[in-house]
C-alpha cells in the first residue's frame, strides 16, 4: 500500500513513554543547526564512543570485514574498524540534516555523478519504471533525498514501531519523494514500477533463508541475497541502475552516484543464482569504493546453508 502522508501524531505520542524518542528528535535537529563543520566533528567524536561502548557490533563489525577480505592485515582491519564506527557517527548528522534543512542549504552540499545518464533513461523511455539497486551505506538518507531532488520516486523502507520518530522519518524522505511502501509489500514495488516511478531498493542485507538464495560476495561464497531484484527487474520497461550516495572528503557534502547496472548476458537471467552472483558484484564494486562507509556492524552472514557454522 502507498504510504503518502506521514501518520499522524496522536495524543498518545506525548506521553513519557516516548520522551526518549523526542530527545533523539531533538538532538538530530541540534545537529541540524550546527555548521556542517562542527557537526561532522560531533559526528566523528560519537561514533568513536560508540565503538567503545558498543562491543558486539565492534566484533561484528570486525568479523564481516575479515571474511569479506580475507588477504587483509590486522591493522587494516582494525582501521577499518575505526572509521566504519566514525561513519556510523556521522550517519546521526546524515540523518539530521537530510530530515530538517532546508533544500536551499541541502543543494549546496549535493553534487552528482551520472546525471547525465540518468537523463537519458529518463527522454528514452520516459514511462519505463527504473529499478534503484542500491546498498546500505551509512549515507542512506542523504542518497534518498538527492535522488529525489533529481527524480521523486518511491522509497521502500521499514516502518518504524516508534509513533514520533515514525512520523519524522515518513515526513523527511516523501520531501523529495512520491511516496514509500513496506519492504514486505512486493506488490505495492511492481505497482509502483508498472506506474514509471523510481523505487529505491536495497538487497544487501540478510533476511532469512526464506526470502534468499546463496550466492558469493566477496570473500564469502554463501551470502544470503534476496531474490527480490531479479522479480522486480522482470517488470515490463523496467530499466535497473546502480545510485549510492558518497561522503565526500575535503569537506562537508555528498556525492550522489549513478551509474548502469553492469552485467555479462541478459538480466534477469531466469536462473536466480546467477540473477543473485550479479546483483552481488555490483554491490561489491560500490563498496570498494567507499569500504569504511559500508554499515558493517549488520550481520549479513547470520544465515547459514545447513551445517556451517555460525560466523559470529
Not at 142 to 160: I, K
Not at 177 to 197: F, I, P, S
Not at 200 to 228: E, R
Request: proline fraction near 6%.
Amino acid at each position: 500500500m502507498a504510504i503518502t502522508t506521514p501518520p499522524r501524531l496522536k495524543w498518545q505520542a506525548f506521553l513519557p513513554k516516548h520522551w526518549g524518542a523526542w530527545l533523539i528528535i531533538g538532538f538530530l535537529y541540534f545537529l541540524s543547526i550546527l555548521p556542517s563543520r562542527l557537526s561532522w566533528a560531533l559526528g566523528k567524536a560519537i561514533g568513536r564512543l560508540a565503538k567503545r561502548i558498543l562491543k558486539s557490533r565492534r566484533h561484528i563489525a570486525r568479523r564481516n570485514l575479515e571474511i569479506c577480505f580475507p588477504e587483509a592485515s590486522k591493522e587494516q582491519v582494525e582501521q577499518w574498524v575505526d572509521e566504519t564506527f566514525e561513519h556510523f557517527g556521522l550517519a546521526m548528522v546524515d540523518t539530521a540534516t537530510a530530515w530538517f534543512w532546508s533544500q536551499h542549504r541541502f543543494v549546496k552540499h549535493m553534487q552528482v555523478e551520472g546525471g547525465d545518464y540518468l537523463e537519458k533513461l529518463r527522454r528514452d523511455a520516459p514511462k519505463g519504471g527504473i529499478l534503484i539497486i542500491s546498498m546500505h551505506f551509512y549515507t542512506l538518507e542523504w542518497h534518498a533525498r538527492m535522488y529525489g531532488t533529481l527524480d521523486p520516486g518511491v522509497g521502500v523502507y521499514r516502518p518504524n514501531r516508534s509513533p514520533v520518530y515514525e512520523h519524522f522519518q515518513h515526513r523527511a524522505r516523501i520531501r523529495c519523494n512520491h511516496y514509500l511502501v513496506d519492504r514486505h509489500d512486493v506488490r505495492g514495488m511492481v505497482q509502483a514500477l508498472r506506474k514509471g516511478e523510481a523505487l529505491w531498493y536495497a538487497p544487501d542485507h540478510d533476511y532469512g533463508k526464506k526470502v534468499s538464495i546463496f550466492a558469493p560476495l566477496f570473500a564469502q561464497p554463501n551470502a544470503a541475497t534476496v531474490k527480490g531484484t531479479s522479480t522486480l527487474a522482470r517488470v515490463k520497461g523496467v530499466r535497473p541502475i546502480i545510485s549510492y550516495a558518497r561522503r565526500n572528503k575535503a569537506k562537508p557534502g555528498y556525492t550522489l552516484v549513478i551509474k548502469p547496472f553492469e552485467h555479462n548476458g541478459e538480466f534477469p537471467s531466469g536462473d536466480e543464482i546467477a540473477d543473485a552472483t550479479a546483483v552481488n558484484q555490483q554491490i561489491e564494486q560500490a563498496i570498494l569504493q567507499q569500504i569504511p562507509e559500508y554499515m558493517w556492524i549488520h550481520r549479513r552472514f547470520k544465515s547459514r546453508p545447513d551445517g556451517e557454522a555460525y560466523p559470529y
